[in-house]
């Protein structure tokens, strides 16, 4: 068995960041009002603010799920419907939580590829129905970066944005690893979201480094009426919030959320450029974030489970590795040289 110190099945397997902590700790001082009423939850949005040089409307929640989810319920009405990759996190991993929290607005899917609409496919979904039979489409999600670590360019998401536009779309990003993807393009927040049509932002805390939290950016401030009702209502109300907020204004300030987004891309590059050319092996998606999809023989993957190696191969049998916050070079290092053993002996 290998000596394994970091899984790289998934960015949740990693802890939480010193800046993330520190700010918790930092927040753990005397007593202060409940719900959202503090020093700590008005900082942290105005750092967002700051951040996206926008003044746009902040709320926190638990988790990805209930961000998504709340968000998009918060764009459509009941009989609405909201188009996405049929890739999406949405559409494959939350339990049905969208249609569950819009009371049924329907998640309408395209095949892509490596995860990623096109202005053309949500054209035709758009407008390819307009009797009273169909759920009438309202919202457009896109995952940045998406699921299997591609990036939407600003040109992409621009373009993605006029036909939303045109069409009377409003445009949600799943931004999940929203740090990978600004540490990826080298782009300012601003550039990534508001400035390029996107009317509300899920900002993933928990893979960036947090020990949990998301955040919900309304750049579009009437789309977020009532959307504290529905957080409070669906449970995501934190009594405690300074906890909640407080690691965001850690990792914001400090620089950290890019930092960190950055080493996790890194560490991807640095996986792949060592199994690249390795001949048999394929890498399933171009390695643009911090995921890398391995495409190998079936005595490969067994291999590197019996050295210990852990990984899903949930997307067309391939092993994905993601990498986190804090990815350790020389762990990636142990892993390439395990994968490229096992290939010698193939
Ligand atoms: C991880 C993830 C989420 C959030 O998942 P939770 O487990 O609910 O926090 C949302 N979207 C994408 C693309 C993800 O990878």
Redesign the pocket.
């Given at each position: 068995m290998t000596q394994i110190t970091q899984q790289f099945a998934s960015d949740?397997y990693a802890g939480i960041c010193p800046e993330a902590l520190a700010a918790m700790q930092e927040a753990n001082q005397g007593y202060v009002p409940a719900y959202g009423e503090d020093i700590w939850t008005t900082r942290a949005a105005d750092t967002f603010r700051t951040l996206f040089e926008k003044d746009c409307d902040v709320f926190f929640a638990f988790?990805?799920?209930?961000a998504?989810a709340l968000a998009l319920a918060s764009l459509c009405q009941s009989y609405n419907s909201v188009i996405c990759s049929a890739q999406a996190?949405v559409e494959t991993?939350?339990c049905g939580a969208p249609e569950f929290f819009s009371n049924g607005s329907k998640l309408l899917t395209v095949p892509t590829q490596g995860g990623k609409l096109t202005p053309d496919a949500i054209r035709a979904l758009a407008t390819g129905r307009t009797d009273i039979h169909f759920p009438k489409p309202r919202a457009v999600t896109i995952?940045q970066p998406t699921?299997t670590g591609q990036i939407y360019t600003l040109a992409e998401i621009q373009a993605i944005s006029a036909v939303c536009r045109e069409l009377g779309l409003h445009l949600h990003m799943?931004g999940?690893?929203f740090a990978n993807a600004c540490a990826a393009l080298g782009c300012s927040p601003a550039d990534m979201t508001w400035k390029s049509g996107v009317d509300v932002l899920c900002f993933?805390g928990?893979?960036n480094g947090m020990a949990v939290g998301?955040a919900i950016l309304f750049f579009d401030r009437t789309l977020a009426e009532g959307f504290d009702y529905r957080c409070k209502q669906a449970g995501q109300l934190a009594s405690k919030m300074r906890f909640l907020a407080a690691p965001w204004i850690g990792v914001l300030e400090s620089g950290a959320w890019l930092r960190n987004g950055q080493a996790a891309n890194a560490a991807a590059a640095h996986l792949a450029q060592q199994i690249t050319a390795l001949e048999g092996l394929e890498l399933m998606f171009p390695v643009e974030a911090n995921a890398v999809f391995l495409k190998a023989p079936p005595a490969l993957l067994d291999g590197l489970r019996e050295k210990g190696w852990r990984f899903y191969t949930f997307i067309g049998g391939g092993a994905r590795f993601m990498f986190a916050w804090d990815a350790d070079l020389a762990q990636v290092d142990t892993l390439a040289s395990d994968i490229k053993t096992l290939h010698a002996a193939l």
């Amino acid at each position: 068995m290998t000596q394994i110190t970091q899984q790289f099945a998934s960015d949740n397997y990693a802890g939480i960041c010193p800046e993330a902590l520190a700010a918790m700790q930092e927040a753990n001082q005397g007593y202060v009002p409940a719900y959202g009423e503090d020093i700590w939850t008005t900082r942290a949005a105005d750092t967002f603010r700051t951040l996206f040089e926008k003044d746009c409307d902040v709320f926190f929640a638990f988790n990805g799920t209930a961000a998504n989810a709340l968000a998009l319920a918060s764009l459509c009405q009941s009989y609405n419907s909201v188009i996405c990759s049929a890739q999406a996190h949405v559409e494959t991993d939350e339990c049905g939580a969208p249609e569950f929290f819009s009371n049924g607005s329907k998640l309408l899917t395209v095949p892509t590829q490596g995860g990623k609409l096109t202005p053309d496919a949500i054209r035709a979904l758009a407008t390819g129905r307009t009797d009273i039979h169909f759920p009438k489409p309202r919202a457009v999600t896109i995952t940045q970066p998406t699921e299997t670590g591609q990036i939407y360019t600003l040109a992409e998401i621009q373009a993605i944005s006029a036909v939303c536009r045109e069409l009377g779309l409003h445009l949600h990003m799943d931004g999940a690893r929203f740090a990978n993807a600004c540490a990826a393009l080298g782009c300012s927040p601003a550039d990534m979201t508001w400035k390029s049509g996107v009317d509300v932002l899920c900002f993933g805390g928990t893979k960036n480094g947090m020990a949990v939290g998301e955040a919900i950016l309304f750049f579009d401030r009437t789309l977020a009426e009532g959307f504290d009702y529905r957080c409070k209502q669906a449970g995501q109300l934190a009594s405690k919030m300074r906890f909640l907020a407080a690691p965001w204004i850690g990792v914001l300030e400090s620089g950290a959320w890019l930092r960190n987004g950055q080493a996790a891309n890194a560490a991807a590059a640095h996986l792949a450029q060592q199994i690249t050319a390795l001949e048999g092996l394929e890498l399933m998606f171009p390695v643009e974030a911090n995921a890398v999809f391995l495409k190998a023989p079936p005595a490969l993957l067994d291999g590197l489970r019996e050295k210990g190696w852990r990984f899903y191969t949930f997307i067309g049998g391939g092993a994905r590795f993601m990498f986190a916050w804090d990815a350790d070079l020389a762990q990636v290092d142990t892993l390439a040289s395990d994968i490229k053993t096992l290939h010698a002996a193939l």
